[in-house]
């Protein structure tokens, strides 16, 4: 029996819905699935961030559409979900990309230090703001709840589609000091299991990808050393945890979500992927 590859991995005449597509991993996803033949709605809540994608889409060879879009605004993802049938169809896929940690819900500390109870310029868990935890959560739980909820309905009623959400190697194993970022991702991974059962029968597949330390430009500003350009202790100790001793590029999440995106994982549903150069198997 042959086996045509390029079929089994490729995404020709589907169309792709990303979130949070103006962001570093977003974008080189959005080349990536575009590569494989999709035509792509770039959605950020940036409308110049999604057009710069969109444009260098379309300078490869692509086909991409920029749209301004708030993904925990229901309204506004109708609205864009609207546009997007009316230029394209319903999408075959949806990925949720949008996400993101909120300083104020992270603490500087790695371990509570007794000593400095009621220090706020130590900002423990005690000193946390509320907000920056809800908001921490709504970006990267109800922003990846409400999108599905709007995009992958067209996918039910014609019985076909493929969703991928972005976890994180802290939704495996918490992270110090990001603890609210940690439980939030842990959510968007549980939540990937558990729409995966419950689309099972209806044609539509669930899973997901978790990025291990990709020296993005959010990251930058923890791992390296504002002044220097050096890394700081977190970066030492992340690579130090990392096998491969290196961090990742963003063009090496293409070969796993085109993989999960596509055919080739036509029997694969309600997992967790780490993409991390070890650093989750990793236990020194």
């Known amino acids: 029996m042959s086996i045509d590859l390029s079929a089994m991995f490729g995404l020709k005449g589907k169309t792709a819905v990303i979130t949070g597509g103006g962001g570093d991993l977003c974008s080189a996803l ?10 792509v709605a ?12 969109a444009a260098a ?9 920029a749209y301004a879009c708030d993904v925990l605004d229901e309204e506004s993802l109708r ?29 500087k500390l790695e371990f509570l230090d007794r000593a400095l109870l009621g220090d706020a310029a130590a900002r ?11 908001k921490t959560f709504d970006l990267n739980f109800l922003g990846t709840f409400l999108p599905t909820q709007v995009f992958a309905r067209g996918m039910v009623e014609r019985g076909s589609g493929s969703i991928l959400n972005i976890a994180s190697m802290g939704a495996l194993t918490p992270l110090t000091q990001v603890g609210a970022y940690s439980a939030a991702k842990a959510a968007v991974a549980n939540f990937t299991a558990w729409l ?3 689309f099972a029968r209806a044609g539509v597949r669930v899973n997901a990808i978790a ?12 791992h390296l050393d504002q002044a220097t350009g050096e890394p700081t202790p ?9 096998p491969m001793g290196r961090y990742g590029d963003p063009g090496e999440l293409a070969g796993a979500a085109l993989y999960l995106l596509s055919d080739a994982s036509s029997f694969v549903t309600g997992i967790v992927l780490p993409i991390d150069g070890g650093f989750s198997s990793c236990s020194i």
């Open 79 to 107: 609205s864009v979900h609207d546009a997007i049938g009316a230029a394209w169809g319903a999408p075959d896929i949806l990925l949720n990309g949008a996400g993101g940690n909120v300083p104020s819900g992270s603490t």
């Open 211 to 222: 990025p291990g330390f990709f020296l993005t430009e959010q990251l930058k500003f923890l």
């Open 42 to 53: 770039i959605l950020d809540i940036r409308l110049d961030k999604a057009q710069a994608v």
């Open 124 to 134: 423990d868990f005690f000193d946390l703001e509320f907000e920056g935890v809800r």
């Open 30 to 39: 959005s080349l990536a699935i575009s590569g494989a033949g999709a035509s």
């Open 57 to 65: 889409v379309t300078g490869a060879g692509g086909t991409a559409a």
């Open 196 to 198: 995966a059962v419950h």
């Open 234 to 242: 977190r970066s030492r100790k992340v690579m130090a945890h990392t």
